[in-house]
């Protein structure tokens, strides 16, 4: 009952439309052609997400199919018919990897390969032995599923682009439901052996979904492509290019996103005698230590904590909602890591160590005196003979010179200011520069 009133709904609806069959062809045709050059273009310009190829790929087996199927519909042929529908299943499962891909950066070759000859052969027998609407049922079953596939995959990634994503997931399921249509009406109709294209009220609102699916599914991929682009050149200027960690300005830029009453704790790092290794061992060896250092730094510190290298051989770490305790411990479990590190060079193993300091618990407003202080007591750490953990303490006289205690109320937010940033990322040296000066770090 069902679908006999949906097929008097959208026959009323396809002929209010005046449809053209072939004209509907020639605009898909015309649609794929031109994405998959758009795709071929966009990736040709930044050599970045191979997706984008697939995608092209898939476009352009599309084209093919239409032009193949346009024949066929003309000049009916089983020969004809099995090079469609084999060139229409290509296309969808090019999609299907392309959305693979883009959820995790691989081309699925393998399961390509087994579902072209899977499907291929699924189709050949019934087409040849002259069940033609056995042969339209099959590839209309197998369309739905692979377009359920590839919305699926699009769904599971949603994270990353909420809207876009379940938009183009969206997409593809109702290209699926319009396959799936034509596979009823079929079987509703018993048409097993037809000896002629598909042409009813299913096949036209299957041509409308495919035609609306590729144009808003490819210009979808592309604003994805870009919106990856844009995260990926964002990464890459907040990220140290040696380290793999944030960089100074990174480290500042992120301080404002915390909640202003969050309390936090600055660790500040210096590793020792690096100009040592440097001239001893080389500078290669040397941004082997560093990079091994902040390997321990990341693998140390808790997911919501910040960790960046400051400057040459100094590296800051926030920690919000954190204790001194906690500090200390986290602290303490850098500098040991570090010390047990060992490193080849010219056949011998050599060691490094790292002087620590630790700021009071402050907020963001106050986070330059937080720095100041971090750096404070990484100069009386270097001064009581490195390789330790001194905590900034009001108590300590030359500490107290070199920093002052936090003081929230009546303070401006100098540190969440961006047009402060400059100011702010310059306050690590300071102190670091007079400890390398008295004591040759």
């Known amino acids: 009952m069902s679908i006999i009133l949906g097929k008097i709904f959208f026959a009323d609806f396809s002929a209010m439309l005046s449809l053209d069959y072939h004209s509907l062809l020639l605009a898909m045709s015309f649609s794929a052609a031109s994405l998959a050059l758009s795709f071929v273009i966009s990736w040709f310009v930044t050599r970045t997400n191979s997706e984008l190829l697939s995608w092209a790929t898939g476009a352009a087996v599309l084209a093919i199919f239409v032009l193949t199927y346009a024949r066929f519909v003309t000049d009916f042929s089983p020969t004809l018919g099995m090079l469609a529908f084999s060139a229409l299943l290509i296309s969808l499962m090019f999609f299907f990897a392309a959305a693979r891909q883009f959820r995790t950066g691989k081309f699925p070759a393998k399961l390509m390969v087994q579902a072209i000859l899977l499907s291929s052969a699924v189709i050949a027998i019934p087409m040849f032995l002259g069940y033609d609407g056995v042969c339209y049922i099959l590839v209309d079953t197998i369309a739905c599923a692979l377009l359920f596939a590839t919305g699926s995959e699009y769904w599971r990634w949603r994270k990353e682009a909420p809207a876009p994503l379940i938009l183009l997931s969206a997409l593809y399921i109702v290209a699926g439901i319009s396959f799936a249509l034509c596979a009823a009406v079929l079987i509703d109709r018993r048409s097993w052996i037809m000896n002629r294209a598909q042409n009813d009220w299913a096949t036209n609102i299957n041509l409308i979904a495919c035609l609306a699916t590729l144009t808003a599914a490819g210009a979808l991929s592309l604003g994805l492509n870009q919106i990856r682009i844009t995260r990926r050149h964002k990464l890459e200027a907040e990220t140290d290019a040696l380290t793999g960690i944030l960089n100074r300005r990174a480290l500042f830029d992120r301080v404002p996103e915390m909640r202003t009453s969050t309390p936090i704790v600055v660790i500040g790092l210096d590793i020792d005698h690096f100009k040592q290794v440097n001239d001893t061992h080389g500078h290669s060896l040397g941004d082997t230590v560093l990079k091994s250092f902040a390997n321990i730094l990341s693998d140390t510190v ?62 963001r407003a106050c986070l330059n005196d937080l720095m100041l202080q971090a750096d404070a007591a990484l100069y009386m750490a270097k001064r009581s003979g490195r390789n330790r953990v001194v905590v900034f303490s009001t108590q300590d006289e030359e500490m107290s010179i070199k920093a002052k205690p936090c003081q ?34």
Request: hydrophobic share 35%.
């Open 302 to 363: 808790r997911d919501e904590d910040l960790t960046a290298r400051v400057g040459g051989e100094e590296f800051a770490v926030l920690l919000p909602d954190a204790s001194l305790k906690m500090a200390n411990t986290v602290a303490e479990r850098i500098r040991k890591k570090f010390s047990e590190q060992r490193f080849l060079s010219n056949g011998q193993l050599f060691g490094s160590t790292v002087s620590v300091g630790i700021s009071q618990i402050g907020t």
């Open 408 to 441: 929230t109320k009546g303070e401006s937010p100098r540190s969440a200011d961006p047009s402060s940033q400059e100011e702010n990322a310059d306050v690590p040296h300071a102190v670091a520069a007079r400890a390398r000066k008295s004591s040759h770090s």
